[in-house]
Each structure stands twice: as structure tokens, then as C-alpha cells.
């Protein structure tokens, strides 16, 4: 009897012998990524460049009278029990938050970048904006402080209402009484950092917040880190153009709603 072979998909195929090209060892690659961020006493040393006159003037616009601020005292409560208190909060209720508290925040958020990471001398500073809609001593509106100056200089107006949560993609963070915004010069990490610029950029806004949001309990308010505005509905307000300066993430502040479900 003859044996007819099997035709179609069902039959048998013979193996493939060609072959599948090994990946790269996963320790390898980390290696060869710290290798190319690392950087050397000579990086360190070099200067910084010169500002971007278009982002700077985009940022804070020639002629734009800043609103000087002084910092709140140091409150002296134990970090032990500020650390107890820290606790996501969405919610706030309508007391105005005090312009010196906030002031105090970014500060801190901003002199702990500086002491962590170099980078701020060699033209790669993080920039902070605040979005103020009760803040007492501000009018409600969009600003950038300076550290070095201790002011806020206005940007643009804020939308009420229901525009408002236009702005956010967590609606329940539209109506904060105070909104801290970390950016940072994305190209210039790049360029410093290479592959590791965008990483590292990100770890020195999230320890900013968290600094930020330390210095907010330890005065007697709450809060909760998020994402951040819409950069669609950021940009018209500022021109951040999501390479030279790039959205990071946020902080949102205020006295906690009586009754609110922290998480």
C-alpha cells in the first residue's frame, strides 16, 4: 500500500534551521548604561551654558514685575511625626493657603535638588510653576518661582468653573487650592546623561515633590503627588515645549476636606 504524505497546514514541517540571534545579557546593558552616565570630575567642572533666551523669556517674559515672598519660619516638628502624617489627600477645604507656606515648599523642594544633584550648576535646573486658586498673598493664576530671587512671577490666568477640569486628567485635583509643578530641561539631561537623561530627571522630581510635600505636612497641611497638568491644556498657558522643558510631575497642597477617605 502506498503512503501518501501529508499535505497542507496540518503536515509535518521540517525544523528551521537558521539561527535566533541571542539577546544581550541584561547585566551587560546596565552596565554599559551606567558606564556612558557616569560622570567624571571634568563634567562636573564644566560651566554652564548659556540660558536659552527663548525658553527663559517664554518663562518669565522681559519686564515681568515678580511678587517677592518671604518663607515660613521652620515649623520644629519631629520628621517622625510628619512622616505619620503623610497620607495621599484629594480633597480640600475652601481656607486659603498661606503665600509664605508656599514659598517655603518650593524652596525646599528646590534647595534639596541643588544638594542632591550638580546638575543644577551645569545649566540643568529644575524650574518650578505654581498654579495658585486660593492661595492668601497671590492672585489666582500661574507662576514661576524663582529660588535664587524668592518671587513668583505671573504667567497666565487659571479657567474656573467647569474649564477648570480641563486642565487634569484626575478631576479631583482641578480645584486644589495650590499646585506645584516640577519641570526640567529634558534635552540638556539627554545631552549629559545620555540614555540615563530622562530617568534621572524624573528620580530628582519625584525626591523634589517629596520634599515638597514633607515641608506641606510639617505646616499643618496635606496634599498628594500626581501627574500633573494635560500638557495639551499646559501649553497654551506656557510654552513648555516638552523637550527643552518638559512637564514632570506635581504637587497638589491645601487643608484637608473635613470627613475626606485619604488613601
Known amino acids: ?49 548659556a540660558s536659552d533666551p527663548a525658553l527663559r523669556a517664554a518663562l518669565a517674559p522681559a519686564g515681568a514685575n515678580g511678587i517677592s515672598a518671604v518663607s515660613a519660619p521652620p515649623s520644629g516638628t519631629p520628621l517622625e511625626t510628619v512622616l505619620r502624617r503623610r497620607k495621599s489627600v484629594r480633597a480640600y477645604d475652601g481656607e486659603p493657603v498661606p503665600v509664605e507656606v508656599i514659598t517655603s515648599v518650593v524652596q525646599q523642594a528646590a534647595a534639596f535638588d541643588r544638594s542632591a544633584w550638580p546638575d543644577h550648576e551645569a545649566g540643568a535646573g529644575l524650574e518650578f510653576l505654581v498654579a495658585a486658586r486660593s492661595v492668601a498673598g497671590l492672585r489666582q493664576g500661574l507662576y ?10 505671573p504667567l497666565a490666568g487659571l479657567p474656573d468653573g ?26 540638556a539631561s539627554l545631552d549629559r546623561h545620555g540614555e540615563h537623561g530622562h530617568r534621572l530627571l ?18 499643618g497641611l ?42
Not at 22 to 35: F, I, K, M, T
Not at 162 to 183: F, K, S
Not at 204 to 214: I, N, P, T
Not at 231 to 258: C, I, M, T, W
Open 222 to 263: 496635606a496634599g498628594s503627588i500626581f501627574a500633573g497638568f494635560l500638557a495639551a491644556a499646559l501649553k497654551p498657558l506656557v510654552p513648555v515645549d516638552g523637550y527643552r522643558n518638559v512637564q514632570l510631575l506635581a504637587f497638589s497642597l491645601g487643608h484637608e476636606a473635613p470627613g475626606h477617605e485619604a488613601r
Open 162 to 187: 467647569e474649564a477648570a477640569a480641563d486642565l487634569v486628567l484626575q478631576l479631583e485635583y482641578a480645584h486644589a487650592p495650590a499646585i506645584v509643578i516640577v519641570c526640567g530641561p529634558l534635552a
Open 1 to 49: 500500500m502506498e503512503m501518501k504524505h501529508a499535505t497542507g497546514p496540518s503536515a509535518l514541517r521540517e525544523p528551521d534551521s537558521r539561527r535566533i540571534p541571542l539577546l544581550p545579557d541584561h547585566g551587560n546593558v546596565l552596565r554599559e548604561l551606567q558606564s556612558r552616565s557616569r560622570l567624571s570630575d571634568e563634567d562636573l567642572m564644566v560651566p554652564a551654558p
Open 144 to 153: 514661576l518661582y524663582s529660588p535664587d530671587r524668592g518671587d513668583f512671577t
Open 202 to 219: 524624573l528620580a530628582r522630581a519625584g525626591a523634589a515633590a517629596q520634599s515638597a510635600w514633607l515641608t506641606a505636612l510639617s505646616h
